[in-house]
């Protein structure tokens, strides 16, 4: 990394969090119902590890793999 990297890391961190954050409050206005499953079934920033190894299940049982 270079030093304006390390300087401009912070802001564009905040902004993209700031922005997320707008983008989902507009998303829970346009499409309440269906966006609420979603969120329930999808995680947010990392993926969390019992739906991951929910869905490994799942795919092996249905496909045999």
């Not at 912070?10 to 922005?19: A, E, G, N, Q």
């Not at 309440?32 to 092996?60: C, H, V």
Request: proline share 9%; net charge positive.
């Amino acid at each position: 990394p270079t030093i304006p990297t390390l300087l401009m890391a912070p802001f564009l961190i905040i902004r993209y969090l700031v922005l997320a954050k707008r983008e989902e409050r507009m998303m829970e206005k346009t499409h309440a119902t269906d966006y609420m499953r979603y969120r329930r079934t999808t995680p947010g920033w990392f993926p969390s590890i019992p739906l991951l190894i929910s869905d490994t299940f799942r795919q092996k049982k249905l496909y045999g793999k």
